[in-house]
């Protein structure tokens, strides 16, 4: 079981993720989540960023010490993460509402409730440290205009949440999965794909500058989206496709 056994708090952050990198630089022994509830320069994929409003959500960076996965097998790391911060939001709110938006943000209905960023650390053809970042929208209940579809659990449920016990909860549920990942990848893959955003639905997508209609089918052992569109099935890295929400 992947127990993350030191826990670090920072008061402020400027990123989980990167702070986490550099204690895990200084201790190369040890499992560690390095959270905040005041990040300053929170990052997204490909250099975007990610809002925290101070002392009303939570981000996060499990740092994961040597997972024994595979390099070409990598994404399995990235379905049980997702499936963890899925499970954690689904204590709280609906589980028909809620999704896991390829290839991992969370999503209740056509928002987002969760954001996720996983850097590996690669030594030869073995994944040494897999930093596994999540910013979570808690408790925010106005998000600046320029970003697009956020919400929060707040905003779902109308409810005040401890931010410290919703830490101690997700760091459990992470626990969890990551155990996982040595058990059946076809249950793995299954459980993902089971809980993707508008699979099997005929709707709009963005593929080389045009919108077209299309259908998620599922994915590949790389992680790459199919989509099945009018000219046949198709398989997507991370943003050679779009979806028109």
Known sequence: MAVFSRQVYLRTSGSTNDHAITLSNNDPNRNTCTYTFN??????????????????NLASTFSWKQPDIPILEQFRINMAFSLAVWSFAAQHTSQEHLTI???????????KLAGILIQNVLKGSTIEVCHLGVGLNINEQDFPLDIPNPVSLRQITGQSYKLVEMQLQLTEMVSQHLANL?????????????????????????????????????TTSEGKLRLELEEGIKEFGFREMGYVI
């Open 39 to 56: 990040q300053v320069a929170g990052r997204g994929q490909i250099g975007r960023s990610w809002y925290t409003g101070a002392d009303k």
């Open 101 to 111: 938006k390829w290839p991992n943000d969370i999503y209740y209905k056509n928002q």
């Open 182 to 218: 040595n058990g059946d990848p076809a249950e793995l893959k299954s459980a993902y794909e089971d809980l993707l955003y508008r699979k099997g639905q005929v709707k709009a997508f963005r593929v080389d500058e045009q919108v077209v209609s299309g259908k998620i089918l599922g």
